[in-house]
């Protein structure tokens, strides 16, 4: 990629030119997903559950108008503490870039930034998705158009809950991303193991994932993601009657406050976590380092 938009940290560069397993990290879980200064520890963990599983971990945001792959502590410490940092979707880059912003990277972002760089494999939480009453306010995440074009494996836990998932699954057909569970025959629900809607293929091990990968690339097929979709374990799950209590409360206030755009996610989010009294804090970090570890064990599979 152009050395004046974007840096990869030499231990990413070193990773990639001699075939050393790299998994992408988003940076909006940590300045938007989770509450400070508990965030910067889960950043910290996150990417040491990258190296135990003998990958090196390229965590994703933009300083001063520089992409960054690959963060230093300093850095990273900067991408938790700092309330200023904006939410930048793939479409926010070049104005960020321009601008001297900086900024914490969503899945759209990352996963572009991260195929620029080389980096195949990609782990999160939650995929953003078509928002339930769609057909009112046209809320899509550009994380599935994205998706669509880069060609980069994501493991996920599904997409969040707060979202109108069998619409999201209709959109990811229609765009052409592959989606396959691991160890499940449903998609999972974010917060909780399934969704109820089912997949339509079942992986039960990395090097399962890898051969995918690998007949993607045969096919030629470089510019469509992959949807790795991990259930969080069903003992980490959040209680499902409680869940969707809360959900329900948390949507009719973000209606009632008018929140839109790039504010629904983050403040239903926080909401949830606050009505569950952290429960679904616990169950999304259940999720994501879940997630991260498949991650690693599929990077070194590919590798
Ligand atoms: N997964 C999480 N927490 C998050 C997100 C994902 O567990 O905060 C972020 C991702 O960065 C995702 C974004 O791309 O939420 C989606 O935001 P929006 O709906 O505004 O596109
Ligand atoms: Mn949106």
């Known amino acids: 990629m152009p050395k004046t938009a974007a840096m990869v940290s030499e231990e990413v560069r070193e990773a990639l030119d001699t075939k050393v397993p790299v998994v992408a990290l988003e940076s909006t879980i940590i300045s938007h997903g989770l509450p400070r200064p508990r965030n910067l520890a889960v950043a910290t963990e996150l990417e040491a559950l990258v190296r135990s599983g003998g990958a090196v971990p390229a965590t994703i945001a933009v300083l001063d108008g520089r992409a960054h792959v690959g963060l230093t502590k300093a850095e990273l410490e900067r991408v938790a503490g700092d309330p200023e940092m904006r939410k930048l979707g793939h479409r926010d880059l070049a104005p960020a870039l321009a601008t001297g912003a900086s900024g914490a990277t969503t899945v759209s972002a990352t996963a572009f930034l991260a195929g620029l760089a080389g980096v195949r494999v990609f782990a999160t939480g939650g995929l953003g998705g078509v928002h339930r009453g769609w057909t009112e306010t046209q809320d899509e995440s550009a994380d599935l158009r994205l998706l669509a074009q880069v060609g980069i494996t994501v493991v996920c836990a599904g997409v969040k809950s707060i979202l109108d998932v069998p619409a999201t699954l209709q959109r990811l057909e229609t765009l052409g991303v592959t989606v396959i569970g691991y160890g499940t025959a449903h998609f999972p629900g974010f917060y909780l193991a399934s969704s109820g809607e089912p997949v339509d293929w079942t992986v039960d091990s990395p090097e399962e994932v890898v051969a995918v990968m690998r007949a993607k690339d045969a096919l030629a097929e470089p510019y469509s993601s992959l949807i790795v979709a991990n259930p969080v374990p069903v003992e980490e799950q959040l209680d499902p009657a409680l869940h969707d209590r809360v959900l329900a409360r948390a949507l009719e206030e973000a209606h009632e406050q008018g929140i839109t755009g790039q504010a629904v996610t983050p403040f239903l989010l926080e909401r949830l976590m606050r009505y569950t ?15 991260v570890r498949l991650a690693a064990r599929i990077a070194a599979a590919y590798a």
Do not use: H, I
């Open 277 to 291: 009294d952290g429960a679904s804090l616990e169950a999304n970090l259940a999720a994501v380092r879940g997630n």
